[in-house]
C-alpha cells in the first residue's frame, strides 16, 4: 500500500517506485461525467471495446465481455462509439 | 607491485578504465579528452576489456546512455571535457538524482566563448551543484589513481552516487610523467565486483525509474540526496586509507603542504598544486613561513577540515582558475570563505582568478600572491579581495570609483 | 508459440499497464501502448520520453507500469535505452546474466521524436541498437498545452500557431519523419493507427523480431488539442487514414509496402470537420489552405505509391 505520508528514511532512494503497477489504487472513475452501460442481449464479445479502451477498463473473463471496471473507467465513451452492433450506451452520472 | 611507465594524464586514466573494465562505456570524443575514448577503442578492439562501447552522437546521449546502462545494472563510466560537460548539464543532475553510480573522468578544459580548448575549471565548476561527488588531480598519478578509487566511491551502499574525476587539459592530460601502474589483478581486488541495486534488466522485479514528483515527496527524495553527499565525505576518506593501505600512496580529502606552521598559504586544486609547491620550498629557503593547501575533493566540499587547516593562517590566497561571474569571488573562494565564516575563524582571504583558457602560471605568479600576503599580514589591509593574476591591464589609466 | 493476433486471445493476457494512470480521458496514447505491449510475447523493458505519456503514469508514488520502465529526459529516451540494451548485451556476453530475449521498447511523443529528440534517436539508429522505438505522434507538444511541433499539420491551430487574423494557423507543413526514419536503412519502419489494432500489433511484431533498430509512428489523437469529443478518437483516427492523410504502410529491408489501402480515399475535409483545431480552415478567407492541404496529402500519397510501386 502507498504510504502518502512517509518520510525521507522510508522511502525507496532515488525515486524509484518498486511496487509495479500500484497505480490500480489510484481511482480514476470519480473523473467520469458519463458512465457506460452495457446490453449483454445485443453484445456480440467481439472486444473491439476491450482494444480500444484506453483505461483497461473493460473487463473480460474466459473471452466474453462482462461489464466496466468503474474504479478506473473515465467515461470517454470510445467503447460506445467502436461498438459495431450499439451494445453499449453512454448515460449521465447523475441519471 | 605495480610497474612505472612513461605516460601522459590520459593514457594513465585509459588504463585505469582498462583495469576497471566496465561493462559499458558511452562516450563521445572532445579535445583534450580525445585520447581517452581513443585508446579506451583501441582496447575494445584488441579485446582487452569486456566492455561495450557506445559510441554515440553527443554527450548528452552518452550521459544519457550512461544513465540507461547503469540503472539497467552493471559498472558504468564515460569521459569528458569543457562543452561536452556542458552540453550534459541536464542529465547530470538525473545521473545524481537517480543515484547512479557512474564514474567520468573529466579532463579540465574552458567553455566558450571564445571558443578555447585550454585548461580552466569552468567546466566542472559550472556541474558543482549537480550533485556528483567531484575529485580534482594534480597529476597523471593522482589522475589514475582517482579513477580507480571513484569506482569504489559511487558504488558504496551508504553513497551510490556519480563521480567526476578532473586533471586539467593538455597540462595533464598531455604531458608524459612517471606514473605508477599497478596490477591488472590487484586493481580489480581493489574495486571489488558491481553490486547491483534494482537493476532494470530484472524483469521478473519491475522497478519505475525516473517517475514525476510533485511537492508532496520531491522534497523528501532532495534530502535523501543531500545526506547521500554527506555521507560521502567518510567514504571518500576510508577509500583513500584503503588505497594507501594497499598502494602505498594514501590520500584524503585534502593535502597540506608545509602547512602547518605556515603564515601565509596559497589554496588551489589541480596541477598549479605542483607548481605552488616549488614557490613554497623556494620562499622557504628565504625564511618565510609560507603554505600550500590543495583540496582533493571539492564535493562534497570538506569544510571543516579546511577550516582545521587554515585557522590559524594570518592570510590566505585562494586560487580559482575559473570566475563565478557576478558572485563575490571564484567558486573555491566563496566556499573558503563561508566554512570560515561559519566556524567564527578570522582568517583573512583574497581571491586570485587565474589561467583561464589555459594562460601560464608561472612560479613568479606565485610568488606575487605570497607577496601579496606576506603585505596584508603586515599592513591588515585587503587592497582588492579579487585579483586577475596574469592578465594585461594594457596601457591605459584606469581610475576606478572609490 | 506466439499468441494469435486474435482478441480473445489477447484478452487472456496480463496488461502491462494498469489502470489508474492520469491520462485524459479519451487520450489513445495508453490504447496505443496497451496494444504494443499486448503485441509482444516477450519480456520488455521500457523507456519513455518526458510527455504526457510519462507524466501521467508515473505520478510519484504511483506507477502504471507493471514492467521495468525509465523515464530520463524529454530529448533522450532514444539514447537511454540504447543504453540498457548495452548493458544487456554486456552483461549477456560476460556471462553475468542469462539470456531471456527481452525486448527493448521506447515511448516518445512526437515532441521528443520529431523535434527535440531526432538526433538521439537517429545516433540510436545509425548504431544498430536492437531496439523498437514507437513514435506516439499527437501532431503537438500536448504535455505543455497544444503548443505547434515538427509534427503539426498546415494550417492547424495550436497555441503557438493561432489562427490569427493574419497568419491563420501553422504556416509550415509537417515534417515527414517516418520517411527520415527510413532514410537511416535499419532492417523495420511502419506507420500505423490505434484504430486498425491487428496492423498495428503486426508491426509491432515484425518490429521486435528484427535484427536491429524498427521505429514505428503511430497516429495519437489528443482530444484536447484535436478539439473533438472524447468519444470521437478512433472515428478521427480512422478519418486520417481513409483520407490518406496518415497511410498506413512499411518499409521493411528497404521494400515500402501499403498495409491498407482506403476503398475510396475520402477528401481531406472529412479528417479536418470533426476537429475544432481545423475550424478557421472552413472560413471562405482560409478555404484556400484547405486546398493547399489536400494538394500536400495528394502530392505525399502519390510519392508513397510509387515507393510501393502502386502507382
Not at chain 1, 449483454?40 to 473471452?63: A, G, N, R, Y
Amino acid at each position: 500500500m502507498v504510504d502518502l505520508e512517509a518520510g525521507w528514511r522510508e522511502i525507496p532512494e532515488g525515486g524509484l517506485i518498486v511496487e509495479a503497477g500500484n497505480a490500480v489504487e489510484y481511482i480514476t472513475g470519480a473523473w467520469r461525467a458519463q458512465r457506460p452501460v452495457l446490453d449483454l442481449e445485443k453484445c456480440t464479445h467481439c472486444l473491439f471495446c476491450w482494444i480500444h479502451c484506453p483505461d483497461c477498463s473493460i473487463l473480460v473473463e474466459e473471452e466474453k465481455m462482462k461489464g466496466f471496471d468503474l474504479d478506473h473507467c473515465k467515461g470517454c465513451g470510445i467503447c460506445a462509439q467502436v461498438c459495431p452492433v450499439e451494445a453499449i450506451t453512454m448515460v449521465k452520472e447523475t441519471e | 607491485m605495480g610497474r612505472y611507465m612513461a605516460l601522459d594524464g590520459n593514457s594513465a586514466t585509459a588504463e585505469a578504465m582498462r583495469q576497471i573494465n566496465p561493462d559499458v562505456l558511452a562516450a563521445y570524443p572532445i579535445t583534450p579528452q580525445t585520447s581517452i575514448v581513443q585508446t579506451f577503442s583501441e582496447f575494445v578492439a584488441d579485446g582487452l576489456v569486456d566492455t561495450e562501447f557506445i559510441t554515440v552522437e553527443s554527450e548528452h546521449s552518452a550521459m544519457s546512455a550512461c544513465i540507461g546502462a547503469s540503472a539497467a545494472g552493471g559498472r558504468v563510466m564515460t569521459a569528458t571535457s569543457s562543452a561536452g560537460l556542458a552540453f550534459m548539464w541536464e542529465v547530470l543532475y538525473v545521473a545524481a538524482s537517480t543515484r547512479l553510480p557512474i564514474v567520468m573522468p573529466v579532463v579540465n578544459r574552458a567553455l566558450s566563448a571564445p571558443i578555447n580548448i585550454h585548461c580552466d575549471h569552468s567546466d566542472s565548476m559550472g556541474a558543482r551543484d549537480a550533485g556528483w561527488i567531484q575529485l580534482f588531480s594534480e597529476n597523471a598519478q593522482e589522475a589514475y589513481d582517482n579513477t580507480i578509487q571513484a569506482v569504489r566511491i559511487a558504488e558504496r551502499e551508504e553513497v551510490r552516487l556519480p563521480v567526476m574525476v578532473m586533471s586539467d587539459g593538455f597540462i595533464t592530460s598531455h604531458a608524459v610523467e612517471r606514473v605508477e601502474i599497478e596490477e591488472d589483478e590487484a586493481v580489480k581486488r581493489f574495486i571489488g565486483p558491481f553490486q547491483p541495486t534494482y537493476p532494470l534488466l530484472d524483469i521478473d522485479n519491475p522497478v519505475t525509474y525516473g517517475p514525476l514528483d510533485f511537492y508532496d515527496f520531491y522534497m523528501e527524495h532532495k534530502k535523501q540526496q543531500a545526506e547521500a553527499i554527506k555521507r560521502a565525505k567518510e567514504m571518500v576518506i576510508e577509500v583513500g586509507e584503503e588505497f594507501g593501505k594497499t598502494f602505498g600512496r594514501p590520500y584524503g580529502l585534502l593535502e597540506g603542504y608545509r602547512l602547518e606552521d605556515a603564515e601565509v598559504a596559497v589554496a588551489v586544486l589541480s596541477s598549479t598544486a605542483g607548481t605552488a609547491r616549488g614557490v613554497v620550498d623556494d620562499l622557504r629557503g628565504r625564511g618565510i613561513k609560507a603554505g600550500l593547501l590543495k583540496p582533493r575533493c571539492f564535493r562534497p566540499f570538506p569544510s571543516q577540515e579546511i577550516v582545521e587547516a587554515l585557522r590559524d593562517k594570518a592570510v590566505v590566497g585562494v586560487m580559482d582558475r575559473s570566475d563565478s561571474f557576478g558572485a563575490l569571488g571564484g567558486p573555491l573562494f566563496m566556499e573558503i570563505c563561508a566554512a570560515l565564516q561559519v566556524q567564527g575563524v578570522r582568517t583573512r582571504v583574497v581571491d586570485y582568478i587565474f589561467g583561464l583558457g589555459g594562460r601560464d602560471t608561472t612560479p613568479d605568479q606565485i610568488e606575487s600572491v605570497f607577496c601579496d600576503l606576506l603585505q596584508i599580514a603586515e599592513t591588515d589591509k585587503i587592497e582588492r579581495l579579487v585579483n586577475w593574476l596574469g592578465v594585461r591591464e594594457g596601457k591605459q589609466e584606469v581610475v576606478t570609483a572609490a | 508459440m506466439a499468441t494469435a493476433l486474435k482478441l480473445k486471445e489477447l484478452s487472456k493476457r496480463e496488461e502491462r499497464l494498469a489502470p489508474g494512470h492520469r491520462l485524459c480521458a479519451g487520450c489513445a496514447a495508453p490504447t496505443i501502448v496497451r496494444q504494443v505491449l499486448l503485441a509482444i510475447d516477450e519480456p520488455v523493458i521500457v523507456a519513455t520520453a518526458t510527455g504526457c505519456l510519462e507524466v501521467s503514469t508515473t505520478i510519484y508514488p504511483y506507477t502504471a507500469w507493471r514492467i521495468p520502465w525509465i523515464h530520463n529526459a524529454f530529448e533522450n529516451a532514444a539514447s537511454t535505452l540504447s543504453g540498457i540494451e548495452t548493458m544487456y548485451r554486456s552483461l549477456v556476453k560476460q556471462g553475468k546474466m542469462k539470456e531471456r530475449d527481452i525486448k527493448f521498447v521506447a515511448f516518445g511523443g512526437d515532441g521528443g521524436t520529431y523535434d527535440i529528440g531526432i538526433q538521439a534517436l537517429s545516433g540510436a539508429l545509425e548504431r544498430g541498437h536492437r531496439l523498437l522505438y514507437i513514435c506516439y505522434d499527437n501532431q503537438a507538444y500536448m504535455n505543455t498545452g497544444i503548443q505547434r511541433s515538427g509534427a503539426t499539420p498546415h494550417g492547424a491551430w495550436t497555441t503557438t500557431s493561432p489562427a490569427g487574423k493574419v497568419i491563420p494557423g501553422k504556416p509550415q507543413y509537417r515534417k515527414d519523419l517516418t520517411a527520415i526514419v527510413a532514410a537511416h536503412g535499419i532492417p523495420y519502419v511502419a506507420q500505423a493507427s490505434p484504430h486498425r489494432w491487428r496492423d498495428l500489433m503486426q508491426k509491432v511484431r515484425k518490429g521486435v523480431a528484427a535484427e536491429g533498430p524498427a521505429f514505428i509512428d503511430v497516429l495519437s489523437s489528443c482530444n484536447r488539442g484535436w478539439r473533438h469529443p472524447t468519444n470521437m478518437t478512433m472515428e478521427v483516427l480512422r478519418l486520417a487514414v481513409d483520407t490518406c492523410f496518415w497511410p498506413l504502410y512499411e518499409v521493411e529491408r528497404g521494400e515500402w509496402k501499403l498495409t491498407y489501402r482506403p476503398k475510396e480515399k475520402l477528401p481531406i475535409e472529412e479528417f479536418l470537420k470533426p476537429q475544432g483545431r481545423f475550424r478557421h480552415l472552413f472560413k471562405e478567407e482560409n478555404k484556400h489552405i484547405i486546398e493547399e492541404l489536400q494538394a500536400e496529402v495528394d502530392r505525399r500519397w502519390e510519392a508513397l505509391l510509387k515507393r510501393t510501386g502502386k502507382a
